[in-house]
């Protein structure tokens, strides 16, 4: 797969029933293995929506409309700093709540039927599982971030056939599936109302959450509960196990050192971690990326389209959302300055990966040229040695997907 899978299922949905399994690899990366050669015009359709192989921002009349354009952060219709308003929402979920309380809005107000996003699995607490909500309490039970693989789009065709208006609420790669699946299947603008992001620091290895496990000598069939964090701004790394035992990470403990984050090949060459083609894109909202302690619950709130701006102002009408004061593209910089740097480095280091003769995405309507021109040319120049290094080395793809071999209990991962 080259290192460009992100473990989405849109494949496996596109592919019909049977063709395609998502297995758990040895990596930890949840990955489709075919059960027998597709045929060609389904393998054509799954290429052209994958978001390994075409990235598309948002359409050029949408930049041209909207009220800012930045070449890094994209179209903006409203950016401000807010949170949900509910203090359970706020809590409960892992930074200000906001994109919990857009999806309780959206059922409780009748805009959509149910609300497509990811939850832990209830039967294998540390793994994350598509869930379908149909009510506000539901949505509640899925807050809080969850950083190892999901296969949030794994019968997204299903959910097409309902023929009900839905609003997805996901990561930026499986939103920009969704749009390329858009170009082929009309129903998914007929269907889907709304796509809600986060800003994504990138889709850990399941290894990474083995290792904590290993911290506290437990295993992962003892856990009764598994959150990254949450219950606070951003909160602990909580562990539960059946028989009553407890133990805790701090968010810095687990994740101050980059080299360890454990991130799947692909979201290091992520063009778009910032949702750009969502409807309304929710970021953290701690200085340089990191909280120092816990925090003020809070977050940037990116409005990208008009459709967004109309459900964020009913949302701050309803009282669902607060608004602590407007920001622009300068704070939400500082606040989100990996993002910055990343955006600034992805077309250098795409280059860097052709060079090494190895393929990459193809990727359109993201200004990465502009980004990269905010560079200097010794940036770039290292960026994209480093990645041509790095895919000669074989650190920027993976190995031929083969399943674990112990068995989830579900059959799935």
């Given at each position: 797969m080259n290192g460009l899978c992100i473990g989405c299922g849109l494949c496996r949905s596109m592919a019909g029933t049977g063709e395609i399994d998502m297995v758990m690899t040895p990596e930890g990366r949840e990955?489709?293995?075919?059960?027998?050669?597709?045929?060609?015009?389904?393998?054509?359709?799954?290429?052209?929506?994958?978001?390994?192989?075409?990235?598309?921002?948002?359409?050029?009349?949408?930049?041209?409309?909207?009220?800012?354009?930045?070449?890094?952060?994209?179209?903006?219709?409203?950016?401000?700093?807010?949170?949900?308003?509910?203090s359970t929402v706020r809590f409960i979920g892992s930074g200000g709540g906001t994109l919990t309380a857009l999806g309780q809005l959206l059922l409780n107000s009748g805009r959509v039927k149910f609300v497509l996003h990811v939850a832990a699995s209830r039967?294998?607490?540390?793994?994350?599982?598509?869930?379908?909500?149909?009510?506000?309490?539901?949505?509640?039970?899925?807050?809080?971030?969850?950083?190892?693989?999901?296969?949030?789009?794994?019968?997204?065709?299903?959910?097409?056939?309902?023929?009900?208006?839905?609003?997805?609420?996901?990561?930026?790669?499986?939103?920009?599936?969704?749009?390329?699946?858009?170009?082929?299947?009309?129903?998914?603008?007929?269907?889907?109302?709304?796509?809600?992001?986060?800003?994504?620091?990138?889709?850990?290895?399941?290894?990474?959450?083995?290792?904590?496990?290993?911290?506290?000598?437990?295993?992962?069939?003892?856990?009764?509960?598994?959150?990254?964090?949450?219950?606070?701004?951003?909160?602990?790394?909580?562990?539960?196990?059946m028989d009553g035992r407890a133990f805790e990470i701090g968010y810095r403990q687990l994740w101050e050192d980059e080299d360890k984050w454990m991130i799947q090949p692909r979201c290091k060459i992520c063009p778009d971690a910032i949702g750009q083609v969502a409807d309304i894109a929710v970021s953290d909202a701690w200085l340089n990326g990191g909280p120092a302690v816990e925090d003020e619950p809070l977050n940037g709130i990116i409005v990208r389209t008009k459709r967004g701006l109309e459900l964020f102002d009913?949302?701050?009408?309803?009282?669902?959302?607060?608004?602590?004061?407007?920001?622009?593209?300068?704070?939400?910089?500082?606040?989100?300055s990996h993002q910055v740097r990343k955006r600034r480095a992805v077309?250098?280091?795409?280059?860097?990966i052709q060079i090494a003769g190895k393929p990459v995405p193809f990727v359109s309507d993201l200004a990465l040229r502009a980004c990269a021109s905010q560079n200097s040319l010794a940036e770039n120049l290292a960026e994209g040695r480093g990645a041509r290094d790095r895919a000669r080395r074989g650190r920027l793809g993976e190995p031929p997907v083969r399943p674990r071999k112990t068995l989830v209990k579900d059959g799935r991962s």
């Amino acid at each position: 797969m080259n290192g460009l899978c992100i473990g989405c299922g849109l494949c496996r949905s596109m592919a019909g029933t049977g063709e395609i399994d998502m297995v758990m690899t040895p990596e930890g990366r949840e990955r489709p293995v075919a059960k027998r050669p597709l045929d060609r015009p389904t393998l054509m359709r799954i290429n052209a929506v994958c978001p390994g192989t075409r990235i598309a921002g948002p359409p050029p009349a949408q930049l041209r409309e909207a009220r800012l354009a930045d070449p890094v952060w994209g179209p903006v219709e409203r950016l401000v700093l807010g949170r949900a308003a509910d203090s359970t929402v706020r809590f409960i979920g892992s930074g200000g709540g906001t994109l919990t309380a857009l999806g309780q809005l959206l059922l409780n107000s009748g805009r959509v039927k149910f609300v497509l996003h990811v939850a832990a699995s209830r039967a294998e607490p540390m793994r994350t599982e598509r869930r379908l909500s149909f009510d506000a309490a539901s949505v509640l039970e899925g807050a809080g971030s969850r950083y190892g693989p999901a296969a949030t789009l794994v019968d997204f065709n299903d959910i097409i056939d309902r023929g009900e208006p839905f609003a997805l609420i996901a990561k930026p790669c499986d939103i920009t599936a969704v749009r390329n699946l858009a170009r082929l299947d009309p129903r998914v603008d007929r269907y889907m109302r709304y796509a809600l992001a986060f800003v994504c620091g990138g889709a850990s290895d399941l290894t990474k959450s083995e290792q904590v496990l290993q911290r506290f000598g437990l295993r992962e069939d003892e856990l009764a509960l598994f959150r990254y964090r949450g219950h606070g701004n951003p909160g602990p790394n909580r562990i539960e196990t059946m028989d009553g035992r407890a133990f805790e990470i701090g968010y810095r403990q687990l994740w101050e050192d980059e080299d360890k984050w454990m991130i799947q090949p692909r979201c290091k060459i992520c063009p778009d971690a910032i949702g750009q083609v969502a409807d309304i894109a929710v970021s953290d909202a701690w200085l340089n990326g990191g909280p120092a302690v816990e925090d003020e619950p809070l977050n940037g709130i990116i409005v990208r389209t008009k459709r967004g701006l109309e459900l964020f102002d009913a949302a701050v009408e309803a009282g669902v959302l607060q608004i602590k004061r407007e920001t622009d593209i300068a704070e939400i910089r500082e606040l989100q300055s990996h993002q910055v740097r990343k955006r600034r480095a992805v077309w250098a280091r795409l280059k860097g990966i052709q060079i090494a003769g190895k393929p990459v995405p193809f990727v359109s309507d993201l200004a990465l040229r502009a980004c990269a021109s905010q560079n200097s040319l010794a940036e770039n120049l290292a960026e994209g040695r480093g990645a041509r290094d790095r895919a000669r080395r074989g650190r920027l793809g993976e190995p031929p997907v083969r399943p674990r071999k112990t068995l989830v209990k579900d059959g799935r991962s």
